[in-house]
């Protein structure tokens, strides 16, 4: 039982170093939001300070995660997915994966709205991957301005300026793979 216990509380550093890359977050941004110092913070994700209740509930409050998802404990009983839904930027984002770090996958919903909205470039690490399932994006990529209908994909190194929206003002719905890294999707075709 010793064994598993710490197998689970170090997997803990890496969930929470996943989880605070991944939403764009330096140590410095989470302390003010906790309260927990940001050494105290690194240690916590390097594995050099055991995980307590008391520094995992204000992560867990201020991720908007449940505090089962930070230490990886298993699902009991019902088997489905309950998707907590992001909104970030205007738009809805869906995670259809849980586990931190790595590619990570999304159903984007951009609304529908009367004027199409202004493009507001933005960079981060990483790599994007987005696939429109129906409406018409807006997708501006550097010095790029491309219109995608249902059915086509694109991928960018997202350290260059980009930008989503609607291309007409109407619902937009897309499948985001992004890679945190710069990890880029691979396709494999049979010949």
């Known amino acids: ?18 989880l605070r890359k ?6 410095a941004d989470l ?7 940001e050494s105290t913070l690194s240690r916590l994700e390097s594995g050099g300070r055991r995980p307590t209740l008391e520094l995992l509930l204000p992560l867990a409050r201020v991720h908007g995660v449940p505090l ?5 404990a298993p699902r009991t009983g019902d088997p489905r997915i309950h998707l907590r839904p992001i909104h970030r930027h205007g738009m809805t984002f869906l995670p259809l994966t849980r586990r ?11 609304p529908g709205s009367d ?21 018409r994006l807006r997708l501006g990529v550097g010095d790029r301005d491309l219109i995608l209908p249902p059915g086509e994909a694109a991928e960018f190194d997202t350290s260059l300026p980009h930008w989503l929206g609607s291309a ?10 992004f890679g945190p890294q710069g990890e880029r999707a691979h396709v494999r075709a049979r010949s």
């Open 68 to 72: 089962d998802d930070l230490v990886g």
């Open 168 to 177: 007409d003002g109407g619902a937009v719905e897309t499948l985001v793979l």
């Open 31 to 37: 302390s003010a939001s906790t309260g927990i110092s």
């Open 115 to 135: 004027e199409p909205a202004e493009p507001a470039p933005k960079t981060h690490g990483g790599y994007e991957w987005v696939y429109v399932l129906n409406g």
């Open 22 to 27: 991944h939403r764009g977050l330096t140590l």
């Open 1 to 18: 039982m010793a064994d598993e216990t710490d197998e689970v509380l170090d997997a803990v550093g890496p969930r929470l170093r996943a």
């Open 100 to 110: 931190a770090g790595g590619v990570q996958a999304f159903k984007m919903l951009i």
